[in-house]
Structures are given as C-alpha cells and as structure tokens.
C-alpha cells in the first residue's frame, strides 16, 4: 500500500516580549527561558522555536503532535496554554496559524519533499502563511483541478531541496490551509515562488498574506539571542 500522510496537528505560534521582559536581569530571562521551553515541549511531541526575519515579532514557536484521537487538539491547547500563561507578563501573542494534514486529494502516494515535523533535524530557514481560494476554484470541475494541481506539483519536483507542508484549516481558523516550507537556500525558494506566480491556478488565490520567514536555532540557541 503506498504510504499516506499521517494525521497531525501543527501549530505557529507568534510572539513579541513585552516591556516587562526587558525590565528582567540576565539570570531572570534565562530562568524564564528554562521554564517555558519546558512547558512548551510538554505541551505537544515536539516544539521548535525559530527567529523571524520580521519586525513586531521576536519568536515563532511551531508545535507539533499527531492527532489520530478526537481529544488530542483538546489536549493541545489546554497544555500550551498552561505553558504560556505563568508567562504572560512577558509574552504579547501577535499571531496563531495552525491545522491539520491529512492525504492529498491530488496525489496518489506521499511525496518526498513533504516535511516531517518530528524530524530530529531542519532546515535553515523556514517560511510560513496563510491561503485562501476562489469560491471559483471549488466550483470547477475535479479533472479541472487536477490539472492545475499537476503543474504547480511539476514545478514543486525541480525544486527537490525545497520541502513543504501543507496543513488544512477549514472551518478551525479564518483561512483554508496554513502553507509551510523548508530550504536552506532562500533566493532559490523566492525563484520558486516566481515560477508559480505564472501558473494557471494562481487566478484561483483569493489570499496567501501575511507571510513569516524565520531563522532556525536550537531552541535554546534562539532563546540565547535574547538575553
């Protein structure tokens, strides 16, 4: 049987320190650090915390856990937020994306570009954002769709070294997917998203903004830059 994509939950989370948090000594900020990082990873399988390239934003936290029982989203987010609340003196959350995979409609197998988010290693950088179709786009015939789908999947192949990960958000968040990458090469995935910007089905986005790249660390070497 050809492999199929598990059940999982990803969740992005976004965050600014607040004035507080500058106002702590060093040894108080690296306590602090201890102790969320340690609610943040039990909170969920594994929890990864990454430094945006954007202003107004000074952590991302991508939390992953599969989500094969109907309690697990519920458990999730019961104990993130017992991870963050102790701290919120110090913590503004700016911004949550989040979903859930699932089998593509679209392929037949697994890819080889799709990432694992439970991979003991990643890739350098990461990008991140929210995406919406056309009402047209749903209307359109099923061969139709196809089609499109297997020239955007045909452009994503000569891109190898660049992953993705698609999560479905519908009827859970405003938006219908959360779109995530991995590279290690960043003006390479900016080609790759020129190259798309030419294809038939980019008529049928209604929305893929805003958008958040970031820089990976360990958690800890990301959490340091900030002491």
């Excluded at 937020?81 to 701290?87: D, F, L, M, R, T």
């Excluded at 196809?146 to 000569?158: D, F, S, T, V, Y």
Aim: charged share 25%; net charge negative.
């Amino acid at each position: 049987m050809p492999e199929e994509t598990p059940r999982t939950l990803n969740h992005f989370a976004l965050f600014a320190f607040k004035e507080a948090y500058w106002a702590l000594g060093a040894e108080a900020r690296s306590e602090f650090h201890r102790n969320w990082l340690a609610g943040l990873r039990a909170a969920a399988q594994t929890a990864h915390v990454y430094q945006p390239t954007e202003s107004g934003v000074d952590l991302i936290v991508w939390s992953a856990l599969t989500a094969d029982d109907k309690n697990d989203p519920a458990r999730f987010f019961e104990c993130h937020a017992k991870a963050n609340n102790p701290y919120r003196q110090y913590l503004q959350p700016v911004r949550s994306l989040w979903g859930f995979t699932r089998p593509s409609q679209y392929t037949k197998t697994r890819s080889t570009q799709e990432i694992d988010p439970f991979a003991e290693t990643r890739k350098r950088y990461l990008v991140i954002y929210p995406f919406v179709k056309t009402t047209d786009w749903y209307l359109m015939s099923r061969d139709a769709r196809q089609g499109m789908m297997n020239e955007h999947i045909r452009l994503g192949k000569q891109y190898e070294d660049i992953t993705q990960l698609l999560l479905y958000s519908f009827g859970v968040q405003d938006q219908e997917f959360v779109v995530v990458y991995e590279m290690d090469d960043l003006p390479r995935f900016s080609d790759l998203v020129n190259e798309l910007r030419s294809t038939d089905g980019r008529r049928y986005t209604l929305r893929d903004t805003p958008l958040h790249a970031a820089i990976y660390h360990s958690a800890e070497e990301t959490l340091a830059l900030w002491k």
